[in-house]
């Protein structure tokens, strides 16, 4: 039996799904799926079954997407790189202040070591009972493989890198996450993410999603190595029986609802 699994990065009223609408998503799909937890995934008895992801860990998570996900009682699975999380264990009560854009949180967070408009470590344990914490990688950076071309000045993977690095870099460019193609970096970055996260949530790490969706079978077989049994992409697809290669259907805020629900059975 398949499965279809959601990639969400935000949702928020100005910047990302609308909470009304990611409602009406969660809706539809308790009404006519089995929504996984990642521990269920190998022995789903269920079709169709899907799986809710995001990406990134931004606060509007804790403000708009948590609160619809315990009204219905739907797990979902965060993907989180440590060094872009707020190193605190505060929970935070003013939606305002997850009012910055993409392109500007990680701006903030890569040249000013600004996290505030992502999730605390309080944060995370605060939502741990439907929304289970998995790896980002370490630093959201790193990965072997070739990236996608540069878009514009306003694609924030420019401010991973360093200030000579970003002088070179022009439109059209291909970019990996850190250009990386040392074998040991990537390592690093895979194995202290897993040893951070288990470590400050006291829970077990074993899935991972690329960064910018960036891999190839040599980070692949790294994490395999380290002990990850799950491997996320960005790849648009279907499911069967690869769990090292899962295929996400990216969901933002243009995709109208019809477009939702023809893609999820597809």
């Known amino acids: 039996m398949g499965f279809t699994t959601l990639l969400y990065h935000r949702v928020h009223p100005k910047f990302g799904v609308k909470p009304e609408i990611f409602e009406e998503q969660i ?15 190998e022995k789903r008895n269920h079709f169709p079954s899907a799986l809710i992801t995001f990406d990134d860990g ?19 699975i965060l993907f989180v790189s440590p060094q ?35 999730l605390s470590w309080g944060e995370l344990k605060a939502i741990s009972d439907l ?25 924030w993977r420019i401010y991973s890198l360093d200030n000579n690095e970003r002088e070179k870099i022009k439109e059209g460019m291909e970019l990996t996450s850190i250009l990386v193609t040392n074998h040991k970096v990537a390592e690093k970055e895979l194995k ?46 279907f499911n069967r029986k690869d769990f090292c290669h899962i295929k996400r259907l990216a969901v933002n805020e ?9 893609r999820t059975f597809l």
């Open 192 to 237: 202290e993410s897993k040893r951070l996260l288990e470590e400050k949530l006291n829970k077990m790490v074993n899935a991972i999603a690329w960064p910018w969706g960036i891999y190839d079978e040599r980070v692949v077989d790294i994490a395999k190595k380290i002990g990850y049994r799950f491997c996320f992409t960005t790849n648009r697809g």
């Open 254 to 262: 243009r995709k109208s609802m019809l477009w939702f629900i023809t």
């Open 131 to 155: 929304i289970d914490v998995q790896s980002h990688a370490l630093s959201h950076r790193a990965s072997l493989g070739k990236g996608k071309p540069i878009k514009s000045e306003h694609d």
């Open 84 to 118: 872009r999380i707020l190193n605190t264990e505060d929970v935070r009560d003013n939606p305002m202040i997850s009012d910055v854009s993409t392109f500007e949180a990680f701006k903030n967070s890569f040249l000013n070591n600004d996290n505030s408009a992502f």
């Open 58 to 76: 931004f606060l509007d998570t804790f403000f708009y997407a948590y609160p619809v996900l315990r009204k219905y009682n739907v797990p979902a």
């Open 27 to 41: 809706k539809f799909l308790k009404k006519y799926f089995q929504i996984l937890k990642l521990e269920e995934l």
